[in-house]
């Protein structure tokens, strides 16, 4: 199965700071890849698909990247809102689709 | 409105057997590829089964091969998942989760998530 690795595992920052969080495959993905946003108790939700595509209803300040083993979740500008624990997701190879363990954004 | 509801969960002995049920609203079910998905107190997301919109297709996580069945009544608008011979490691909160596809097409990620059932499994 493929793994994904998110750095960093936690990240503390503040309202208005620019964030980028890092997904790495363990193999090329080409672009099959969805981020994730949960926060404490709720479920996921879907933010990003293909690895660039905003889902609909997702503010702008949220943009994807990359392509085989190297992505990004880039925040614009932090609201209080997006602090959360956010998740990548691999679907080129499968089954199984997998994970990332999880990047846990905090309020400095 | 658009939703997706789970039931079913709870404290269960290790070898013991739970049913849980995902029910379907506000769109037309019986169209989506849909998974299971669970989720470990304090841990990551890790996907545990798929069927496809017909039920006709369905994979599993290695970790719950042979042990839990899923399947679907789509009369019914609803999503099951049969556990058995359950372990503690097999505790966590599960979700259902619908895939982004059509009734021809499996994308493979979720757009709709419900808001998971909590199955403890322990002596």
């Known amino acids: 199965a493929i793994q994904l690795t998110q750095s960093p595992s936690s990240l503390s920052a503040s309202v208005g700071d620019r964030v980028t969080i890092t997904c790495r495959a363990s193999q090329g993905i080409s672009s099959a890849l969805a981020w994730y946003q949960q926060k404490p108790g709720k479920a996921p939700k879907l933010l990003i698909y293909d690895a660039s595509s905003l889902e609909s209803g997702v503010p702008s300040r949220f943009s994807g990247s990359g392509s085989g083993t190297d992505f990004t979740l880039t925040i614009s500008s932090l609201q209080p809102e997006d602090f959360a624990t956010y998740y990548c997701q691999q679907f080129n190879n499968y089954p199984p689709i997998t994970f990332g363990q999880g990047t846990r954004l905090e309020i400095k | 409105q658009v939703q997706l509801v789970e039931s079913g969960g709870g404290l269960v002995k290790p070898g013991g057997s739970l049913r849980l049920s995902c029910a379907a609203s506000g769109f037309t079910f019986s169209d989506y590829y849909m998974s299971w998905i669970r989720q470990a107190p304090g841990k990551g997301l890790e996907w545990v089964s798929y069927?496809?919109?017909?039920?006709?297709?369905?994979y599993y996580a290695d970790s719950v091969k042979g042990r839990f069945t899923i399947s679907r009544d789509n009369a019914k608008n609803s999503l099951y998942l049969q556990m058995n011979s359950l372990r503690a490691e097999d505790t966590a909160v599960y979700y259902c989760a619908r895939d982004r596809g059509d009734y021809f097409l499996s994308y493979w990620y979720f757009d709709l998530w419900g808001r998971g059932t909590l199955v403890t499994v322990s002596s």
């Open positions: 069927i496809s919109s017909s039920g006709s297709t369905i």
